[in-house]
């Protein structure tokens, strides 16, 4: 079984790299694909029959195979090379104009199923041994295309971009994936997986913001393609420890390690969106920002819903204070920018969690204390810098807080007192509103009017 996946992994590894001999600088230098690919028309139109012809052969022989057959991933694997011969026109795959190009990434995408069929049939869990070479040979024929077209003075081929994404991709992905597998019992292998793909995505998502006119320039989009592939493994990663974290809770609060991996998940993306706010600028810095904090969000709101974090502050905390600097950043540069859009998620991602989380008998303390604090200090930066969501969301925090705090207190007089005495004091209020109703209602119209004129 090892040697097959071996053999596998090198026919997935020759796929690779005969996509990238499709290249313009290294076509030249492959004289027998040259050769081939620079027939008429007639001869490429037969040999694009051939190989649909073949393909659906393939097809079918796989389809009358039975689903156990430790084999059943060489026709996948045939299906690609075919579709791989497709995609290739005269002028090569990658730097082509042709709309053929386009084919590889399908013919791609089938090898990558083979090799996954493969190794699911072998049950190995070391997938690295595997998706590395592969990806090292992608990046090698990125490496080899752009040196030669530099000698060349030719311009950066379009394609590199989206195959060093592809590459690191390939490369990240699967372990990203595998990374959950055992974590919850505290398995080393699965730990140290962890955070080697935290840390390269990290970089991916982080570095290439600073020089990113200067990746650019070397090769087209080369900035968008690293720093798109570390958030996508960084998204990929926060999801697997979380859904591994949500199965190991059993809807029970989590303890120690597997407490504080649920507060790195948020932790670390949250401080990801905010890096990508403060060092990135334009289209790419908001995509890598959006996907960081959406994929926090997702990740505290699964974990805090479900109740595996205890207190629920641990991971709605972090996910606030990345909202709130990312919606003050922009507020600070941007002056026709509104508060509600920028400042609301964060708000709400700070006071809803706690006052949700408020269940009357077994209050600890500290969380009706700092509800009041915080409630009361967002109210007032609100009508100090004259924003609207957090005057009104601080004032309505405010007093559903004071509101749940006193109803005990509420509920002894109440039932202390009469209830005629109740309904007098209601007629009393009643009357002495009717007296003033217009001047009240002026007063109601005043203040809507200043909280409209808010920011």
Partial sequence: LASASVGALIVVSIVALVVGAGADPLA????TLSSTLREPGAARTLGDIAAVVASIAVIGGAASRESTATL?????????????VIATSRDGLIGS????????????????IALWMRLADTGETTAELYVLPLAGAMLLVVAASSIVGRRRSQPGSASAAPLTAAALLVALLPSAALSGLHAADDDRLAITRAIVVAAVALALAIVPLLAERRLDAALPQLSSALVLSGIGA???LAATQTIDLFAASGGQ??????????????????????AARLLGEGRLRDIATAGSLGAAALGAGVLGLAGAVDPIE?????????LLAVGTLHLANVESARSWLWLAPGLIALLAPSLLAIDGAGEPLWRA????????AVFVVGLVRRLQAPFVLGGVALLI??????????????????????LGLAGVLIIVIAARFERRMQNVRDMATRISQLR
């Fill in 28 to 31: 030249a230098r492959t004289r």
């Fill in 72 to 84: 059943a991933w060489l026709p996948v694997l045939v299906l690609a090379a075919l579709v791989l």
């Fill in 97 to 112: 104009r042709s709309p053929r190009r386009f084919i590889g990434w399908v013919a791609l995408a089938i090898a990558t």
């Fill in 234 to 236: 960084l998204v990929v």
């Fill in 253 to 274: 609060p989590l303890e120690r390690s597997a407490l504080v991996r649920a507060v790195l998940v948020v932790f670390v993306l949250s401080a990801v969106g905010v």
């Fill in 314 to 322: 641990l991971v709605g905390i972090p996910l606030a204070l990345g």
């Fill in 369 to 376: 204390v700092a509800i009041g604090v915080v409630a009361a």
């Fill in 401 to 422: 807080h004071l509101l749940v705090q006193s109803w005990p207190l509420l509920t002894l007089v109440g039932n202390a007192v009469e209830w005629w005495l109740w």
